[in-house]
């Protein structure tokens, strides 16, 4: 018979990436994840069967290219650690990659759902490195809010789908640096990301820099 260790502890670990690790896969940022507890000596529960794997779950994963200050990766521990954050974050900072920061670490209930379930929605930052008049960025954001349906067709494994992308889009508005801040929806009820917003927006073409700072979620 087979021993399946339990989880005897779960963290929440909430994570930044900027420079280089923003064009790295979610993939590979578990796998990153996965060196960097290894390394700092955390009992990581692992899987059974043939290919263990660690038991780590990111939180919506993040298109390629963009960078953020609140990314979640969920952890399970066969063994309880003394959680003193500073001392921890500093432990795991020591064997991270550049780019990769710690912003929070919390010790969550053993039976809380995960993250991936909860999250409904993320706000974005989008910050334009070419000239980009501000009176023209606001007549962008009026014209697609007027607009009732945005519809867009998608081919998934050969197979044709329609989808309308305005109840995607929750708000729109421009910050004191002329930023455009997105509002989009992700997760169960569909998942719109920045570079679909630009293109729709007509905005695409100009240089800029997307930054994801907030996610909502429900509550547990």
């Not at 066969?78 to 010790?107: F, K, M, N, W, Y």
């Not at 697609?144 to 349906?149: A, G, K, V, Y």
């Not at 927006?201 to 930054?211: F, I, K, N, Q, T």
């Amino acid at each position: 018979m087979t021993h399946i260790s339990p989880v005897a502890q779960r963290l929440r670990i909430t994570f930044g990436k900027s420079g280089p690790l923003k064009y790295t896969s979610s993939l590979d940022v578990a796998k990153i994840w996965e060196r960097v507890l290894r390394r700092a000596g955390l009992p990581i529960l692992y899987t059974q069967g043939f290919n263990t794997r660690p038991r780590l779950q990111l939180a919506m994963p993040l298109p390629l290219g963009i960078t953020s200050e609140c990314e979640i990766l969920d952890i399970a521990l066969r063994e309880t650690i003394d959680l003193r954050t500073e001392e921890l974050a500093r432990c795991l900072l020591q064997v991270a990659p550049a780019g990769l920061s710690i912003h929070r670490i919390q010790d969550i209930d053993l039976r809380e759902s995960t993250m991936q379930s909860r999250i409904t929605s993320a706000e974005y930052r989008v910050s334009f490195l070419d000239a980009l008049d501000p009176a023209l960025l606001d007549r962008r954001i009026d014209d697609i809010l007027e607009r009732e349906t945005i519809v867009v067709e998608r081919i998934r494994k050969r197979r044709r789908s329609v989808m309308d992308l305005r109840p995607l889009i929750i708000d729109l508005r421009v910050d004191r640096n002329s930023d455009l801040i997105a509002h989009l929806s992700v997760g169960d009820r569909g998942n719109l990301r920045p570079d679909q917003l630009l293109e729709q927006m007509g905005l695409a073409d100009y240089h800029h820099v997307v930054h994801r700072y907030k996610l909502h979620m429900l509550p547990d």
